[in-house]
């Protein structure tokens, strides 16, 4: 079976090349269809052709070729075509046709069957010179045109006047902009701002006056965008964290950021992993900072991609303290903190107003004789619930602090794992059984720990994963 793992979204050009279709009913059409406004030569090979390709031959859009489909014929025409549609009704006889192109290393698309084929059409959405294309691999063709039509919707008509106006003015930006990340600027610039609206109209004299006001202000001036990226469900992300992704120079980003979400990051940022496990930092905290800072001093916009919220317990503050007083431009994005994006996730409500009239955050992060400085007896009591972050370590005795300053042994407690992502985990138990949970089940991070009475309101709710 295929792996649709393995597919490589391309754009091919054939203006310069040949074509051919193999068939010439519905099917062999569709295909055929394809080609009509990119391939000057189109030839179809067929007894017959139906309505719709005779047509096309008797207004000179393909060439036919009344010919029997022999292998000594295949052998023939192949090596000189830039790629094939064998859309016959004849399954053995479209094999057949993709064994000898294969054979010549010419990419070969057998209708309605992937396995024998090197390549598969996409639903494409046109703008020209703007092409969308949308593939499931072969996998569910009709998934891929009905997202094909929700994103339609979405795309504006002048999304194509939009293209031609930019291709057109390449030349003279790079004659007004000496390097790489510049001219990138610029256009960003352009494309965030008005002058976009402007170019989609067809306004292009107005377009024109905001891209020469981006050129003049393309002088790189970095920053710096501290950015939540939620607890790991890539749904979870803002539309302003989406936004700075897709803009960033380069990413300092750590163990805590999921790979679903780092495939979010515009592909050519360049990605600096900063670690930061417990008790095993690549960087220290110091270095993480002047790295943010001697890059934003040369000009670069960079990304601190921080898991959950970057001013909970994400050492946002410290960062932003750096920067601040290196005279680097900071813009914090918050983010779904893991405490209500977990909680979330399995029916745990934070709040109740049967039980739990106040909610506190706190850190599990030892000190460095490895003792909880925490005020035990504020946080010992009902009518409220804890929101532990990096717990796991010194979930013994944090549960043994709990039960000897008040809360009693089968106070209601659970630990998620993994929360939000595909591989999440809900763990409830008490006060008293919660630590011997995560040694049998080796619990691992990232995992938060929720203690109190809204546990026991959890409801199996339809966004588990």
């Not at 030349?171 to 610039?189: L, Q, S, T, Y």
Request: aromatic share 4%; hydrophobic share 40%.
């Amino acid at each position: 079976m295929t792996n649709e793992n393995s597919y490589l979204p391309i754009t091919l050009r054939l203006d310069d090349g040949q074509a051919l279709v193999v068939g010439g009913g519905m099917v062999a059409a569709n295909k055929t269809r394809l080609l009509l406004s990119r391939c000057p030569q189109i030839i179809v090979v067929a007894r017959e052709l139906g309505a719709e390709m005779t047509h096309w031959h008797q207004q000179g859009r393909i060439q036919w070729r009344n010919d029997e489909i022999t292998e000594e014929f295949l052998t023939q025409h192949l090596p000189s075509m830039r790629l094939v549609f064998a859309a016959t009704d004849d399954r053995t006889l479209n094999r057949e046709v993709a064994r000898i192109a294969r054979g010549f290393n010419i990419p070969i698309c057998v209708v309605d069957d992937p396995e024998p084929s090197t390549f598969i059409t996409p639903a494409i959405i046109e703008r020209t010179p703007v092409q969308i294309a949308i593939s499931t691999g072969g996998a569910a063709p009709v998934l891929a045109r009905r997202l094909r039509g929700q994103i339609e919707a979405l795309l504006p008509e002048g999304l194509g006047r939009l293209a031609k106006f930019m291709r057109a003015r390449r030349g003279w930006i790079r004659e007004r902009a000496d390097n790489v990340m510049a001219r990138k600027r610029i256009w960003e610039d352009f494309v965030d701002g008005p002058g976009m609206e402007a170019a989609l109209a067809g306004d292009d004299t107005i377009a024109e006056n905001y891209l020469g006001a981006a050129v003049e202000k393309s002088s790189p001036k970095g920053e710096v965008w501290l950015v939540g990226a939620g607890p790991g469900d890539p749904d979870l992300l803002t539309l302003a964290a989406l936004r700075l992704m897709q803009n960033a120079d380069s990413v300092l980003y750590d163990q805590l950021i999921p790979e679903t979400i780092m495939e979010r990051v515009r592909r050519d940022a360049e990605r600096v992993f900063v670690g930061k496990k417990r008790s095993h930092h690549i960087l220290p905290q110091d270095e993480i900072n002047a790295e943010l800072i001697r890059r934003a001093q040369a000009g670069e916009r960079v990304l601190r991609l921080k898991g959950g919220d970057p001013f909970i317990f994400g050492r946002g503050g410290e960062e932003m303290e750096a920067l601040v007083d290196a005279g680097i431009h900071v813009r914090v994005v918050p983010g779904i903190t893991a405490a209500s994006g977990c909680g979330a996730a399995f029916g745990i409500p934070l709040t109740h107003r049967d039980c739990a009239q106040t909610c506190l955050f706190l850190t599990g992060h030892a000190r460095a004789d490895g003792t909880l400085d925490l005020h035990w007896p504020s946080l010992a009591r009902t009518g409220q619930t804890l929101a532990i972050y990096m717990g796991l370590n010194p979930l013994k005795e944090l549960c043994h602090k709990l039960q000897i300053n008040g809360l009693p042994p089968n106070w209601p407690a659970a630990i998620i794992e993994h929360g939000t992502r595909s591989d999440q985990k809900l763990h409830v138990g008490t006060l008293a059984s919660l630590p011997e949970l995560v040694e049998t089940r080796k619990i691992s991070s990232p995992a938060l720990t929720i203690v109190g009475q809204v546990v026991e309101h959890r409801r199996h709710i339809n966004n588990d994963k």
